[in-house]
């Protein structure tokens, strides 16, 4: 079935501790997306990847980093998780730039 | 930065009302896009609008997009207990540093 996976589904974690969210899609869109989504906060851009071999800093990327070195997966690290990563996050990609962006199912992280 | 205004942060209505969603910016966008996200799951897109005053209808769904390119709204026609979710606005003004912002997104409950 076409579309956009994450692994894991969800995930508590200890501070400190290094964690890779993975997304994957078939859908050979060209630009991929990660968002965290927190309570009263709707979803913020973390990074982005308008193709593969580059990336870009969205709102919130501080403590976040990601790659891109194919088209289809895109990977985004916790170097070292804090209790303020908490949240849901999503893996988006489209293939007409920002707008009409397909969003994965999203993984639950908890920082304990 | 860009933000959009969605309120109330929560509407409850009763099954076969019609039920009309604002969302307003203190900026112009070119493109407004409304998403729907059911629990446990990533944002759908429900309608992409891409010119001022344009209204684009999908089912029982009518977006517009404000002839001051500020503002857009959803309404849904007939509402069904299906349609409870979260109702996110997206505004995307495309150039060299063009993002996806979200509002807050509004949460929906349909009583039966």
């Known amino acids: 079935i076409a579309g956009i996976t994450q692994a894991p589904t969800s995930q508590i974690l200890a501070a400190g501790r290094r964690m890779t969210l993975r997304c994957t899609q078939d859908m050979r869109h060209n630009a991929m997306y990660w968002y965290r989504q927190d309570l009263g906060l709707g979803l913020r851009l973390i990074h982005y990847s308008n193709t593969a071999g580059t990336t870009g800093k969205g709102e919130v990327p501080d403590g976040y980093s990601v790659s891109r070195a194919n088209t289809d997966d895109f990977p985004l690290t916790l170097a070292s998780a804090v209790p303020s990563q908490t949240s849901v996050y999503f893996c988006a990609s489209s293939n007409r730039g920002w707008d009409e962006q397909f969003f994965g199912p999203g993984t639950r992280l908890t920082v304990l | 930065g860009q933000q959009l205004n969605q309120s109330p942060q929560s509407m409850f209505i009763q099954e076969g009302e019609d039920v009309s969603m604002n969302c307003t910016s203190s900026?112009?966008?070119?493109?407004w896009l409304w998403y729907k996200q059911e629990p446990g799951e990533g944002p759908v897109l429900l309608i992409a609008l891409y010119k001022a005053g344009e209204l684009t209808s999908n089912g029982r769904l009518t977006a517009q997009f404000g002839i001051t390119r500020k503002d857009s709204f959803l309404n849904i026609s007939a509402s069904i207990p299906s349609d409870v979710g979260i109702y996110f606005c997206a505004g995307l003004l495309t150039g060299a540093n063009s993002k996806l912002t979200f509002g807050k997104g509004i949460t929906l409950s349909v009583r039966p």
């Open positions: 900026s112009i966008f070119n493109t």
